[in-house]
């Protein structure tokens, strides 16, 4: 198969929701119904023997929550699909925007009860910001919810968003018998079966035919329904959701398997293809195009502890990626052979030979690679960087025993790599002591986990009396400033570029008012 059949063959998505709005679950049942998997486990039952394919750390599986993102690998319907399970907690924002940064679309996951949260509304903007297009998927209809006209105007006017139902719900919570398809008006019932832990058998007919089975009153409403869809909103379009201006939206209930079966279809055959990226600041990047590109979205450290190793996660842009390449790094211009690369299914591997545009490879890093790195085949190349977000906690680390210093630098350095927390030092002090900064409080609470339970290293914090933390640039004239008083705290990250720790932002403001060149970022500048 040419290399152009092959990338048109990939289909790279993450989801995205709210916490609690069911996302492992579904990420769980796209496994189940792709033939990836055989038995779904209830990711619900914190204490459960099974705990979902894609949650591979032990706090994840006690917890019943995501707060890695994985990748998954499998194919359906001769398509090679590439799902990105992003963290379902909202400490681990900065991991799923990353995340973003390497699919080429995504499914939205909304609650039906709850309609738009405020991280969903967050996680869109975040696509938005990136043109991704985005399917949306009310839901948990096992359970008794918001009157689904009501959501999809809330859905079009909260978002600013164009969306297209595809199909429509028959009844919700004890009554959900199935959907509708609206294009074809063609009834798809469900019969639940084994608390959703193996595929359901369904049954589709016209509407007409389908009368008996739903009753008078269901029958009535959903005739009802669609005639006031018919002189409403948007028709669903490729066009207009490959260009991120309409959403199309399923529903359905991830945890009893309605409706799961057809948004696979969807993706598999509709969702996008992979992208062109933009490289050197100008140079577009077709995924044809024959040298191999790539650039690094995630870096993991300890996937598997007795083998301590750090993966390298490789989003494939263009050409044909192949086992034991020679590769440069565009940030340094080093020269990197990648063999031993992987293919995953969460925390099970596999070696890889071969990858195309829009796959996702794991390679095995000495420690040469970082987030943002791009990787490319006879020459440099830079694709546009993944940034890093600004801090809004910070503390510093108390080693409990002295002898374990070499272990915990060792621990610290690996996973502020993997972006579990940012470093900080004091200029000229050898990088020890770091102040540590993280998006959300639970950062901390795994980088204690993660020392104690991969590098045998137990530690304890204080937290420290910053809430705001801006990389300084601009006119030099506003970092003296900053250094020669006692209220601004200047420390340099893990590339020894300033920052600046504050208590309050009344303190800033006061810096460029005294040196108005002065820039301060929230964003680390690229």
């Known amino acids: 198969m040419s290399l152009a059949a092959e990338a048109a063959r990939r289909r790279t998505f993450a989801i995205i929701s709210h916490p609690d709005a069911g996302k492992t679950t579904l990420t769980e049942k796209l496994l189940l119904y792709a033939g990836a998997i055989h038995l779904a486990g209830s990711v619900k039952s914190r204490k459960a023997s099974r705990h979902a394919v894609s949650d ?82 009310m839901n948990k209809l096992d359970r008794d919810g918001r009157d689904p006209l009501e959501l999809i105007d809330e859905v079009s006017s909260t978002l600013n968003l164009k969306v297209a139902p595809v199909n429509w719900p028959i009844g919700m919570g004890r009554d959900f018998k199935g959907v509708v398809d609206i294009k074809t008006r063609q009834v798809t019932l469900f019969t639940a079966k084994a608390h959703g832990t193996e595929i359901l058998d369904t049954e589709t007919m016209p509407l007409e035919h389908a009368k008996e089975r739903l009753g008078d009153l269901a029958y009535a409403k959903v005739l009802e329904d669609l005639e006031l869809l018919a002189t409403a909103g948007d028709g669903y379009s490729d066009q207009g959701f490959l260009s991120g201006n309409v959403s199309p939206v399923f529903w359905g209930s991830a945890m009893t398997n309605f409706g799961v079966e057809t948004l696979l279809n969807f993706m598999a055959e509709r969702a996008a293809k992979p992208a062109a990226r933009i490289a050197n600041g100008d140079q577009i990047v077709e995924p044809e195009d024959e040298r191999f590109s790539g650039f690094i979205f995630k870096i993991q450290a300890n996937m598997n502890p007795r083998h301590r190793d750090r993966i390298a996660f490789l989003r494939v842009v263009s050409g044909k990626f192949t086992r034991g390449m020679d590769v440069t790094i565009g940030r340094n211009a080093e020269t990197l052979r990648l063999s031993k690369p992987h ?24 420690g040469s690679l970082r987030v943002g790195d791009t990787l490319a085949e006879a020459g440099v190349m830079k694709f546009d960087g993944i940034p890093r977000f600004a801090p809004e906690f910070f503390v510093q680390i108390v080693l409990k025993d002295p002898l374990k210093r070499k272990q915990l630098d060792t621990g610290l350095e690996q996973l502020a790599h993997e972006g579990v927390v940012q470093m900080f030092y004091r200029p000229g002090l050898s990088h020890q002591d770091p102040f540590l900064g993280a998006v959300g409080q639970m950062q901390f609470e795994v980088l204690k986990e993660r020392l104690k339970n991969e590098y045998r290293t137990e530690v304890k914090f204080i937290n420290a009396p910053f809430r705001i933390a801006r990389w300084i640039g601009g006119d030099p004239e506003g970092l003296a400033f900053m250094k020669a008083r006692r209220d601004y705290t200047v420390l340099e990250d893990r590339n020894g570029a300033p920052v600046v720790l504050v208590e309050t932002p009344y303190v800033l403001r006061y810096a460029q008012e005294k040196v108005p060149g002065l820039t301060l970022f929230d964003v680390e500048p690229l």
Not at 71 to 95: C, I, K, M, R, W
Not at 115 to 133: A, I, K, N
Not at 346 to 361: F, H, K, L, T
């Open 56 to 137: 591979w750390m032990q706090m994840e599986q006690e917890r019943g929550i995501s707060i890695t993102s994985s990748v998954l690998q499998f194919t359906y319907h001769g398509s090679a699909l590439n799902l990105l399970d992003t963290p379902g907690h909202a400490d681990f924002s900065e991991d799923t925007y990353r995340t973003l940064a390497a699919v080429d679309s995504a499914v939205m996951l909304i609650d039906h009860a709850k309609g738009v949260e405020d991280r969903t509304r967050r996680l869109f903007e975040v696509c938005r910001m990136r043109q991704l297009p985005v399917v949306t998927f």
């Open 343 to 366: 293919s995953f299914l969460a925390q099970e591997r596999s070696i890889v030979d071969e990858a195309y545009p829009g796959d996702i490879v794991g390679l095995y890093d000495p």
